[in-house]
Structure formats: structure tokens, C-alpha cells
Nanobody, 126 residues
Framework: QMQLVESGGGLVQAGGSLRLSCAASGRTINYYFMGWFRQAPGKEREFVAA???????YYTNSVEGRFTISKDNAKNMLYLQMNSLKPEDTAVYYC????????????????????WGQGTQVTVSS
């Protein structure tokens, strides 16, 4: 079993930056496929970004060029650097993990990830 704990959320003005962290325990993330999802009020949870054990990265179109996903295998940590934040980025952000790359069609699906954190709130004011 892998446990995930997010941190780093908060309130920021539009145009500002935040860095989210996800601490993993129980398993090493070295060979896991790690992702970030978010859920805004009244909306479904949606894919934000993912990173493969090879360090290949994947982003949803709306955050491409603004967000950067990264990981530190030695610290067993996953990060999401968020720049040029917009009010529409407001959501609870979740860290997720799975073994193996599910492929292009499935890596954006919530059901593809068996391990989840509890989420951290990000609020972007206009």
C-alpha cells in the first residue's frame, strides 16, 4: 500500500504562484506513475498532470506552460509548481499514484489510479 499526503495549498492572487507537495510512504515512487488531479466545487475530478518513472511528463491543455510536475525519488516526493495562476485553477488538488503507465487514453482517468491523497485546497482570487 502507498500512502499520499498533499501540502502547500493556500490562497493566492491571480498571476501568483504556489508549489504543491505530495509525500509518499509505504512504497518508493521510483517505479510508479504519479499524477495530480483537481476538483472544483460542483465539478468532476479532472486530470492536471502526470509523470512517468522515466521523467516523461504529461499535462492537460489548460495548464500546459504554466504548471510543472516533478519528483524527487530520494525524498519520495512529488511536486506541482503552479505559475500564472488563474481564478479557474481554484480547486482541491489531489496527488495520485499507480503502478505502470496506463497509456495515453487511461492516464487522465480517475479510475486508473488506486492510490490517492486527501487533497489540498488552492484558491485563486481575481
Amino acid at each position: 500500500q502507498m500512502q499520499l499526503v498533499e501540502s502547500g495549498g493556500g490562497l493566492v492572487q491571480a498571476g501568483g504562484s504556489l508549489r504543491l507537495s505530495c509525500a509518499a510512504s509505504g512504497r518508493t515512487i521510483n517505479y510508479y506513475f504519479m499524477g495530480w488531479f483537481r476538483q472544483a466545487p460542483g465539478k468532476e475530478r479532472e486530470f492536471v498532470a502526470a509523470i512517468r518513472w522515466t521523467d516523461s511528463t504529461y499535462y492537460t491543455n489548460s495548464v500546459e506552460g504554466r504548471f510543472t510536475i516533478s519528483k524527487d525519488n530520494a525524498k519520495n516526493m512529488l511536486y506541482l509548481q503552479m505559475n500564472s495562476l488563474k481564478p479557474e485553477d481554484t480547486a482541491v488538488y489531489y496527488c495520485a499514484a499507480r503502478q505502470g503507465d496506463p497509456g495515453a487514453e487511461l492516464r487522465t482517468r480517475v479510475l486508473s489510479y488506486p492510490y490517492w491523497g486527501q487533497g489540498t485546497q488552492v484558491t485563486v482570487s481575481s
